[in-house]
């Protein structure tokens, strides 16, 4: 019943032109929104009965094949599957469906397909001395991701693919991960992908659309390629790219089109600007002693920030109080990852941030000097004086989403701090063909317009749902001939191309792509398509003189030509590259990017009038920019500051939500732990309106308001489809990242968000310490001030002792940033499930450790952000993960009357699942409430493709057992059966759990706590380290390092 | 006696009113209540009245059913609140059932005489009560099926149950309650059970009543042992009933969380167990005395009696109330004295307002004599108590788990269909069995009766 | 045996009031009856004594039920947690004695009420659904508000005639002759 309610509040947020809402309100909010240019009209069990009523034997098949043609149809057969959790199956009459289900399993015969021959892969650390059953292999590869690719190493059990780990020898991972890169295995085996070729919405051989892709190029040829347009995101693999420039060859008058929505023009035009060509920024922040960041998130997102959140971790880190840090300012709109760890953090609205560049330029002596309002002037010169006490040890970074003016007076600054070199390099591009993405699209837009585009081929990309507005995409896409669209969901683009052919995902295809400091990997395929899907490589390939040649043929080539045959044609160096998952000597070597830089060659600068309300857009911390979408991990990840899921919110400060009073209501069910219901407004910008629920955010800049893209799918498949609203729908070319025309008028409507955390502050309990690093100079004990822990003889009775080994873990909240790498890199390893938007609002998500986000310093009048207060206007920001602490006196054994949660002899919480009858009195009895109940059953058993996924060294758990935190001890036993084999004892770093894998920052480390020399035992040795609610004397045996900020004194006080 | 001297002798006599109404004869007291059983006709009201509560029974078993298809996540429940209706319609049942030992058991050691004419049906209530309870430990765990883990068999994992949990004290506690129950009421049953095997008319009657009766004769050696065997009895059932009340308050003090870990709950449960036991027992027998014209067996000395006995208890748990919020803010321990402020100003607050005035203020009333012999205003005052305790429970289950250590992990409950229709149909499942109860046995000790009958035509004697 | 035949038991006396029937009794015992029994609607103070009958075994066997109960408790407590399966249940030692207490206490009562009854059951012959006395018809009424004596026919005294006589003699209406038949 309640879904009913949320489908029709999902409908209220569908983001839509004036055209398209009409359609919305006589459709029911939980389907597609027909469109007339689609054939077909949509599809339900009723009409496909109906088709089918009095069919027989052939008929009745043949009558199939033309509903399987319907993409709707398939679309039906997807939807009515099961789903990660059985609460989202909507009722069906089963026989019916059992009907459909037989006829979809007959399609699969119809594309006759073959597979692509398997080459033969080799393992990363074990040798491939024959497989032993049960025990994992690793191989190395990359995950392609903009203008970067970060190096994995895939964990496979017998084949499959089942966890992505980082690769130690990538520069772009370092063997850490991120979320997007642990969530995306879930896309391989995400069973609405797409799964055959398809012309008109009829299912089509590949064949076909070789021999169809043959005849285009040959009329291509006719005219030299004139009417014949390729569209990419950014390109970043060699073979691609050498692929599809020699194709323009072929076809001289052909045209590339590049279009990536989330990663702005900036730096590409920026570097431009600076250097008079496109150049590629690589910053060291290691190095750097002092570093300013222009509204950049270089920590979470953006080419590298992996790595970067690696390097500056490590300077963030303090063994003993004479330590040294680095000191992070920030500048920015709304909070970042990297501003929530900021030591300064101001917030100001995103046009300012210019303003702010062009005056501190002109502090460190390049350009004339800006006037300020008095507060940032006094933060900014403070700043600049530290920088330029740091010369050559400084770093000035600035966002992706900045105008190229700002990049460049970032080039010039960094030059006049004699950064270059040090914490900052330039390199040639890692794109292939760096282009202005915005013209380019542009420009394909009025040719298609023109009626110049006879063939358009879209490699991956969905730009019919996020190409700017005033484009108007669709329109003009109906004006090109053929349209091809390769992608892995059929989607928005999809429905209106031609052809659509499935995109195979990275584990599934042979490709190269390079990182972002150029070094290049082979990707190579750990498990064989599961369906009849293609990789780029192909589809170019199909237009070439050599069609349907594979794409390892193809990747093999490239390098051997460009590595010389010497090295390849030795197949150990080829070997070699894919056993290390990257090819030596291809890392770019930094150029001295000469600065041509000058205040008359940067473009006029209009600074916005003070009170201007700023519409900004932001790719979402989640989904991005919509391509994951339909990934449930990412869907039901709380944002990293909102603790939002499943949807997305018109971000505004609460200085602004107080002026138009949108409060926020907590809901009974759920409450602070689930569901917050929020004001609907709508916006109105450049022309069209969207209509968006609001979040109040701590922290934004008072006049900002942040429309975070990539929400509001209409085809994004089952788990993505109308969630939240769609900003690309009032995003347009002249206002692409920040927008001011545009007006929000309060709506009587509220929507329910589902919110894990809404309360923020610790109501003054030793949950969080932190001090500034003055304090901890003053006071390094301080950590312990909150609360102490009973002595140990206190106790009537004589303690366990655990003489072997003792499992603990610390985690360094000087280090944490807040990521979220580790919370998915967990339900990866461990099976979790996806519970469902309904059911995170009921306070039942599943993970099981979470990152809380406090503000300390910060109070309201209802203890919540969406009542006015001053301390809300830049508050400090922590971030604390909590997996189950381990504790020896653990209140949860104690209370459990079946004995189903006991002690290990080291040390280890162990839940007994079997055992368990699931009372929840332990959960109750958990001080800090890191336990999970299966309130129903959340487990999906059905869908077979998520069988594939699971982990086999994991009990997957099913409804009415309480689970969580294991401290990975099937990893702890995997490891201790090979040391027993050697008969030695187990090293220390030798058991890594998979948040610790995962963690960019080092901020979490596992081992023994019995061996004085193990790192997780020097760490607690440390000054700083902490339990959560020591006087409860549970003795945890997580613990945890206070986070001390390095703050400026001159700031301090005023 | 000739009905003449009957007003001589009440008036004669100290007490307001009689425990029996005078007149009444070993042949009297046995032919109106066991007519009841044997001869009366089924009546409309009666009918009427068991359907309706049949239908709420099915509606329990819907749930139910519902329940063991779906898995608890039809309720309201979550993380952190773990513990929701179930738990606090348990506590409630259970505390409910107290009074009918208390009544059997404590007032026959202290030789209450009043107690004759309603501790038949008060234990009748108990063991209806503890059925209601013990459903609800059962059907609130994750897998119902498995709870036989509780119990301490030679499992082939070779695993015991855990003895230091309180809910395994719960298990005992509980089943040793429902079992000693039964054995008590039983044996007061015996004599009464082979009165009406001697008066039934249907054969199927004797039958039935002569197995129940056992072939008791009533022999002078039978009732020796009987009577020793029931002294016992009600001596071992008085420490029990305080130590079930006990255990199921250490459910929560033993735990750590903030609101349930405090040392006041023995006390206060128990005696808030008696409060909530007297008040059902008033809502029970006040309709039940009209409707069977007992008024002459359960006469207003008895409202009387059991309105102080209410007070009293009332008054009990009104100073644990007090006790709570000195111990939190004495004691300075930050989480117990932060709960105190949430109860007080929290999103719950309405909850424990509407606790204070149920439990607290109204029974103020019964200082009031007027208010204890208006038969009306009592049955209200039963129904408000009833309420109130009822919603004790949910403050200190649910209220507590919303706002515990983690601020982080702070939550909010609310109940869904499902948890009413539980709560809901238990409450139809205890009616119908009391429906069933006062028509198929007695509903008043006739044995007992017999000899108070004897005891008062004695008393008469002397003041004659 | 072959075919019902009814011996007898011995004969059967009806009062109106326990005063009575307690007074009956004394006599009955003073002339040297024996083996005579009373049956009563409620119980008579006294009236078992006067027939000679004071001591029963109920509350020994229900102190044993009640140490039986108790000791298996605590016994089964430390045996599952301590011996049979020990485990580190949160740190708490193995034998958590204190935590051991209730389910002890709960054992211990329930032995002893179970021992209770049945001890007074099984004492009492019960069940037993068929007795000479209920031969008698009026004897219905032992159950509502008529008291009985019955002189059994063991007693070595016991003489059909002299015995009806003397229950004459003592007021007893409907003084009848109880029949057992087998």
């Known amino acids: 019943m309640s879904d009913h309610a949320n489908d029709h509040e999902l409908h209220i947020l569908q983001g839509s032109t004036k055209r398209e809402s009409e359609h919305h309100h006589e459709e029911h909010g939980d389907e597609d929104p027909a469109d007339d240019t689609v054939r077909e009209h949509r599809l339900d069990l009723a009409t496909v009965r109906e088709k089918l009523r009095d069919k027989s034997g052939k008929q009745y098949w043949r009558t199939l094949e033309e509903l399987a043609g319907n993409p709707h149809f398939e679309d039906l057969l997807h939807r009515e599957f099961p789903r990660h959790a059985s609460e989202w199956d909507d009722a069906v009459d089963r026989r019916n469906f059992l009907k459909l289900m037989g006829a979809s399993l007959a399609l699969a015969g119809m594309a006759g397909c073959g597979r692509p021959d398997e080459n033969n892969i080799v393992p990363y650390v074990k040798q491939p001395d024959g497989m032993i059953l049960g025990r994992p292999r690793f191989y190395a590869t990359a995950m392609p991701f903009g203008a970067d690719a970060i190096g994995v190493l895939v964990e496979s059990h017998e084949g499959r693919p089942t966890k992505l780990e980082g690769n130690p020898d990538h520069p772009s991972s370092l063997g850490s991960t991120s979320a997007m890169v642990q969530a995306s295995i879930l896309n391989l085996y995400d069973p609405d992908r797409s799964q055959t070729t398809q012309f008109d919405g009829e299912i089509r051989t ?56 989330a990663s702005g023009d900036g730096a590409r035009e920026g570097a431009k600007l600076a250097f008079g060509r ?98 940032t002037e006094k933060w900014l010169s403070t700043v600049a004086e530290e920088l330029q006490k740091e010369r050559g040890t400084s770093l000035v970074v600035a966002g992706d989403q900045q105008p190229a003016a700002v990049h460049a007076l970032t080039h010039a600054i960094n030059a006049s701090l004699g950064n270059v070199g040090t914490t900052v390099y330039y390199t040639e591009p890692v794109e292939i063909e760096p282009a202005a993405n915005l013209e380019s699209l542009r420009q394909l837009c009025s040719d298609m317009h023109a009626g110049k585009v006879d063939a358009l081929v879209i490699l991956g990309g969905n730009p019919a749902y996020n190409a700017p507005h005033d484009f108007d995409f669709l329109e003009k896409l109906k004006k090109v001939h053929t349209s091809i669209h390769l992608s892995p969901y059929f989607d928005e683009t999809s429905a209106y191309c031609n052809w659509h052919i499935p995109e195979s995902h990275f584990l599934e295809t042979w490709s190269d792509a390079r990182a972002y400091d150029g070094t290049a990997s082979i990707i190579q395929p750990l498990i064989s398509p599961l369906y009849f899907t293609k990789s780029a490589h192909d589809v170019v390939a199909a237009f070439s003189d050599k069609p349907g040649s594979p794409p390892y043929d193809l990747v093999r080539a490239y390098w051997t030509d460009a590595m010389g045959h010497s090295d390849v044609s030795v197949e150990s160096g080829w070997k070699k590259w894919l056993n290390d998952g990257v090819i030596p000597g291809t890392k770019f070597s930094p150029i001295n990017g000469e600065v041509k830089w000058s205040a008359s060659s940067l473009p006029a600068f209009h600074p916005a009038q003070a009170g201007q309300i700023e ?284 004995a189903a949660t006991v002690h290990s002899a080291e040390g280890l919480n162990d839940m007994v699942y079997n055992r368990c009858i699931g009372t929840r009195y332990c959960s109750n009895n958990c001080p800090y409430k890191v336990r999970r109940f299966n309130f129903l059953r959340f487990q999906d058993w059905e869908t077979p493709q998520l069988k594939l996924l699971r982990n086999p060294e994991v009990t997957v758990r099913s409804r009415g057992v309480m689970e969580k935190c294991t401290y990975c001890v099937q990893r702890v036993n995997n490891v201790r059966i090979d040391a027993e084999k050697q008969s030695r004892p187990i090293r220390d770093g030798e058991i890594v759990t998979a948040c610790e894998s995962a963690c960019p920052s080092e901020a979490i480390v596992f081992g023994n706590a019995n061996d004085p020399d193990s790192r997780v035992a020097k760490l607690k040795g440390q000054q700083r380290n902490y339990s959560i609610l020591a006087e409860l004397n549970a003795r945890p045996r997580t613990t945890y390092l206070a986070a001390v900020r390095n703050t400026n004194t001159d700031l301090v006080k005023e | 006696m000739s009905t003449s001297e009957i007003p001589l002798n009440s008036q004669a006599r100290y007490e307001p009113d009689p425990v029996l109404e005078p007149g009444h004869t070993y042949a009297s007291v046995t032919d109106k209540i066991s007519s009841i059983v ?229 006390p206060y449960f128990v005696a808030g167990a008696i409060y909530s036991g007297f008040a059902m027992v008033l809502t029970l027998c006040i309709p039940l005395r009209k409707a069977y014209k007992l008024e002459g067996f359960i006469t207003m000395r008895h409202l009387d009696t059991m309105a102080k006995v209410m007070l009293a208890t009332g008054e009990i748990v009104a100073y644990g109330y007090f006790v709570e919020f000195f111990m939190a ?136 | 045996m072959s075919g019902p035949r009814s011996q007898l038991y011995g004969v059967m006396g009806e009062f109106e009031t326990p005063e009575a029937i307690l007074a009956a009794a004394k006599k009955a015992r003073e002339v040297g009856y024996r083996h005579i029994t009373a049956y009563t609607p409620f119980p008579v103070e006294g009236l078992a004594q006067t027939i000679g009958f004071r001591w029963t075994a109920v509350p020994l066997l229900t102190l044993l039920g009640g140490l039986g109960g108790g000791l298996s408790g605590f016994g089964l407590e430390y045996w599952c947690s301590a011996i049979s399966y020990p485990l580190n249940v949160g740190g708490r030692p193995l034998n958590s004695w204190p935590a051991f207490i209730p389910v002890t206490f709960e054992l211990t009562v329930l032995g002893a009420s179970a021992f209770a009854v049945i001890s007074m059951l099984a004492l009492n012959r019960l069940p037993q659904p068929y007795h000479p006395v209920f031969n008698v018809d009026r004897f219905a009424r032992a159950s509502t508000d008529k008291f009985f004596l019955c002189i059994e026919a063991r007693d070595p005294k016991f003489g059909l005639a002299e015995s009806a006589r003397f229950l004459q003699s003592v007021e007893a209406q409907h003084v009848t002759e109880v029949k057992d038949e087998e």
Not at chain 1, 281 to 290: E, F, I, R, S
Not at chain 1, 723 to 740: C, I, M, Q
């Open chain 2, 38 to 266: 044997l001869t009366r006709p089924l009546g409309l009201g009666w009918l009427a009245g068991f359907t309706l509560v049949f239908s709420i029974v099915m509606v329990l078993f819907a749930s139910l059913a519902w329940l063991i298809t779906k898995g608890v996540g039809i309720w309201g429940i979550n993380i952190p609140i773990g513990w929701g209706f179930a738990i606090v319609n348990f506590v409630w049942w259970i505390g409910i059932g107290h009074a009918g030992t208390l009544i059997s058991a404590i007032l026959y050691l202290l030789n209450q005489k009043w107690r004759t004419s309603i501790n038949r049906f008060a234990e009748a209530m108990t063991l209806f009560a503890v059925a209601c309870a013990g459903i609800f430990p059962l059907i609130h765990t994750g897998r119902p099926w498995m709870a036989y883990y509780m119990f301490p068999y030679p499992s082939t994992m070779g695993v015991w149950p855990q003895f230091r949990s309180p809910l395994i004290w719960d298990v005992f506690a509980v089943s040793t309650y429902g079992t000693v129950s039964l054995l008590f009421w039983y044996v007061g049953l015996l004599p009464d059970l082979a009165t009406l095997r001697d008066r039934a008319k249907e054969k199927w009657q004797q039958y039935i009543f002569g197995m129940l009766s056992m072939g008791w004769r009533g022999s002078a050696h039978h009732w020796h042992r009987y009577q020793s065997a029931y002294l016992l009895l009600a001596g071992l059932a008085t420490p029990l009933v305080l130590s079930v009340h006990t255990v199921v308050s250490f459910d929560f003090s033993i735990a750590i969380v903030p609101g349930w870990h405090t040392t006041i709950f023995p």
């Open chain 1, 278 to 375: 496109y150049l590629n920024t690589v910053l060291v922040p290691g190095k750097a002693n002092v570093i300013l960041s222009l509204d950049s998130d270089f920590l979470a997102s953006g080419p590298g920030h992996i790595a970067y959140a690696k390097q500056f971790s490590r300077r963030r880190k303090l063994d003993t109080p004479s330590d040294t840090m680095s000191r992070l300012y920030v500048a920015e709109p709304t909070p970042t990852v990297t501003g929530s760890s900021a030591d300064h953090r101001l917030p100001v609205r995103a046009s300012d941030i210019e303003l702010l560049a062009r005056a501190l330029a002109a502090k460190v002596g390049t350009g004339a000097a800006v006037a300020l309002p008095a507060a």
């Open chain 1, 615 to 898: 519409f900004i857009f932001r790719p979402d911390p989640s989904v991005y920019d919509g391509r994951f979408a339909n990934n449930g991990w990412l869907q039901e990840l709380p944002k990293p500051l909102t603790k939002i899921t499943w949807d997305n919110a018109a971000l505004v400060s609460p200085k602004y939500a107080q002026k138009l009073e949108l409060l926020h209501k907590v809901e009974a069910r759920g409450g602070e732990h689930g569901q917050v219901r929020s004001r609907v407004v709508d916006v109105e910008l450049n022309g069209s309106k969207v209509t968006a629920a609001t979040w109040t955010l701590p922290g934004q800049a008072e006049d900002t308001v942040v429309l975070p893209l990539g929400y509001g799918r209409t085809r994004a498949g089952f788990t993505g489809s109308n969630k939240g609203f769609n900003a690309y729908v009032v995003r347009t070319s002249n206002g692409l990242w920040v927008s001011t025309d545009g007006k929000i008028t309060v709506t009587d409507d509220t929507y329910p968000l589902a919110c894990t955390q809404y309360h923020f502050n610790m109501e003054g309990r030793q949950i969080l310490s932190t001090a500034s690093l003055a304090e901890y100079k003053k006071n390094p004990g301080f950590a312990h001030e909150g609360a102490q822990a009973p002595a140990k003889d206190d106790s009537l009775y004589q303690e366990f002792s655990y003489p072997g080994y003792a499992w603990g873990m610390a985690i360094d909240l000087n280090k944490c940033n807040g990521c979220n790498a580790c919370v998915i890199a967990c339900q990866s390893e461990n099976n979790i499930p996806v519970v469902g938007k309904d059911q995170v609002m009921r306070g039942r998500e599943m993970h099981w450790i979470r990152v809380d986000r406090y503000y300390t310093h910060a109070e309201s009048p209802t203890n919540d952000p969406s009542t006015y207060n001053p301390s809300l206007d830049n508050p400090e920001t922590f971030f604390q993960p909590v997996p189950c602490m381990q504790c020896e006196n653990a209140p949860c054994e104690q209370v459990c009357p079946v």
């Open chain 1, 206 to 261: 590949w064949s076909a659309f070789l021999e169809a892709a043959q005849s285009l190029a040959t009329a291509a040829k006719a005219q030299n390629g004139a009417g014949f347009r390729i569209l990419t995101g950014t390109v970043t693999s060699p073979t691609l790219g050498g692929q599809i420039k020699k194709l323009l060859t072929l076809y001289p008058q052909a045209k590339w089109h590049q279009w990536e929505p």
């Open chain 2, 329 to 464: 803010f004495y004691s300075g321990n930050k989480f117990d004295v932060f709960l105190a402020e949430q109860r007080l100003h929290g999103p719950y607050s309405h909850f424990y307002f509407a606790l204070i005035l149920c439990n607290i203020l109204t029974p103020q009333l019964l200082w009031f004599k007027k208010v204890r012999r208006n038969v009306a205003a009592l049955f209200v005052m039963s129904l408000i108590i009833n309420t109130g305790m009822w919603l004790e429970r949910f403050v200190i289950v649910v209220i507590s788990l919303t706002r515990d250590f983690m601020p982080s992990a702070w939550g909010r409950y609310s109940a869904t269909f499902w948890d009413y229709s539980t709560f809901i149909g238990t409450l139809g499942l205890f009616v119908m069995l009391i429906f069933l109860f006062v028509r198929g046995l007695p509903a008043i000790a006739i044995s007992e009766m017999r000899e108070l009958v004897h005891e008062e035509s004695h008393a008469n004697k002397e003041h004659v």
